[in-house]
């Protein structure tokens, strides 16, 4: 199965699937669209979808949980090296991050769960297998002017989503919406590198942008919870593959007209940013959690209660690069 390598700094990605497996690969391919691509194989990790009758391989038998999912398990076999993900009875997927190989498996497929396949059970292994090759994962929006990065963090539901679309309408470089990495780079030390995905909007989300709704009513996949817009496309924002680390927002929605921004110190930032490290392999894990305490002592550290005046709030963010 030869597909396209897509150039993720530096480290070259392939997504393989068979006949069967391609309307779930689709999914991961819109959310790469944003990357350059680099031919085709040899790559330096893959990503493989299986849809099969029986899984082809078994949950580790001796494993530790180094995950609390919203449904099924995230286990980790030390010995093995291996990444286990059960995602209720029909999903699976088995990481080996040492090899730089994840396979998914659908015993069977439901339409709901092309989005899992394409989505939190790609991003996961995604992160583990970067993260043995220097790039570290954050859960995070990010935005950047003039090298500088904004990143606003959060778990799903705390508003980073609405946030860094209103700044990527506003005019700032578009870094990602969901995920970021970090890396160390000879003479410039800590960046932000972009994974300048699709937007997943809710419903909430899409009300404060009444100028998209038509266009994401438009093709909107069977199976998908929210609807996808592209930054570049939607506002024409340019993706910037880098940047300094400067602003550390932690957003979450606060349910009144104004937003409240206070500054928090760096101690409290990596408390709240450490459950981005999977407790994995020891060094690269460790690796992951001397990047994320670089981030916080580079950057100034704040909480955003959100409201629901976001222009308010956009102006409160772009004080923060001003």
Known sequence: MNAPAYRFHGVRLGVLAGTEGERAAAGVHARLAGLPLD????YDVTFEIQ??????????GVARPVY???????????????????YGPRLRVLCEPGRGRAQAS??????EDLWSLSHPL??????????????????????CREGRALLLPGTSGAGKSTLTLALARAGFGFLGDDTLFLAQRPGEGLRVLAFPDEFD???????FFPELVSQLDEGRLAGWRKRQVRA?????????????????????????RTSVLTPMGPDEALLELAPNVLLTESRSSQAHLDALAELVTRS????????????QAVGLLEELLS
């Open 39 to 42: 031919g085709g194989p040899p």
């Open 51 to 60: 849809i099969v009758g029986e899984h082809p391989f078994e949950r580790p």
């Open 68 to 86: 609390d999912p919203p449904q099924g398990e995230v286990v980790y076999d030390d010995a093995a090296d291996r990444l286990f993900i059960g």
């Open 106 to 111: 659908a015993a069977g497929i439901e339409e």
């Open 122 to 143: 790609f991003t996961l292994p995604l992160v583990e297998l970067l993260k043995r090759r220097g790039l570290y994962g954050v859960h995070s929006g990010g935005v």
């Open 201 to 207: 909007l809710t419903d909430q989300t899409v009300s």
């Open 232 to 256: 570049e496309q939607a506002y024409g924002a340019p993706v910037v593959w880098e940047g300094a680390p400067a602003v550390l927002v932690f957003p979450r929605v606060a349910g009144v």
């Open 300 to 311: 100034a550290c704040y909480r955003l209660a959100t409201g629901t005046d976001l222009a």
